[in-house]
């Protein structure tokens, strides 16, 4: 059974850089072509694409924070992993990984992490 | 990119059928055959529902059914359950090869 794991801080301070790392258990990264992905959710509000990973290191990532951000892929640790430099307090929210259902689709996401609550706050 | 648009909340006796609009333009939802749906419980990871407009992913119920016209694509869930009750997101993928999220609908059984 696959199986997606966030983890990383609880609390960053603000202009600090956010690091997430996803292990990926129960199957290879690179067993098939399937994206691996962040989405976000602030407290109380909707859900927000961030940014997917191939499994050979190709990235998209949403237009409004493409200028702050890095997905990548470690394939010999089962990892992909994610990193926000100039965080604000809007960067507030719950951080799921999780990957995508169809081979070579960016469109939808079957297995997910419980999430991981990242709050920036001095 | 703006969100999808959804109605902030639907609501529907137990037994009846509901339906949840997902409205965006013709550079997502109207370009592409690429429309999924997610089921949140409340503090829990979404679920995918639909994918591909109106497939569903083993193990699914097939009272959950989608479809799409023109940028508008539709939820619709028959024989509504207490076990329904979450929000509902949907997604679509764009012609800037990103992907976005609907403002999500809280379905409520009366």
Request: include cysteine; hydrophobic fraction near 30%.
């Amino acid at each position: 059974q696959l199986q997606l794991q966030e983890s990383g801080p609880g609390l960053v301070k603000p202009s600090e850089t956010l690091s997430l790392t996803c292990t990926v258990s129960g199957a290879s990264i690179t067993s098939g072509h399937y994206y691996w992905n962040w989405i976000r959710q602030p407290p109380g509000k909707a859900l927000e694409w961030i940014g997917s990973v191939s499994y050979d290191g190709y990235t998209y990532y949403n237009p409004s924070l493409k200028s702050r951000l890095t997905i990548s892929v470690d394939t010999s640790k089962t990892q992909f992993s994610l990193r926000l430099t100039s965080v604000a307090a809007t960067d507030t929210a719950m951080y799921y990984c999780a990957k995508g259902y169809e081979e070579w689709e960016l469109s939808s996401f079957d297995y997910w992490g419980q999430g991981v609550l990242v709050t920036v706050s001095s | 990119q703006s969100a999808l648009t959804q109605p902030a909340s639907v609501s529907g006796s137990p037994g009846q059928s509901i339906t949840i609009s997902c409205t965006g333009t013709s550079s997502d939802i109207g370009a592409y055959g690429y429309v999924s749906w997610y089921q949140q419980h409340t503090g829990k990871a979404p679920k995918l529902m639909i994918f591909d407009v109106s497939n569903r992913p083993s193990g699914v119920s097939n009272r959950f059914s989608g479809s799409k016209s023109g940028n508008t694509a539709s939820l619709t869930i028959s024989g509504l359950q207490a076990e329904d009750e979450a929000d509902y997101y949907c997604s679509s993928f764009t012609s800037s090869s990103t992907l976005l999220f609907g403002g999500g609908t809280k379905v409520t059984v009366l």
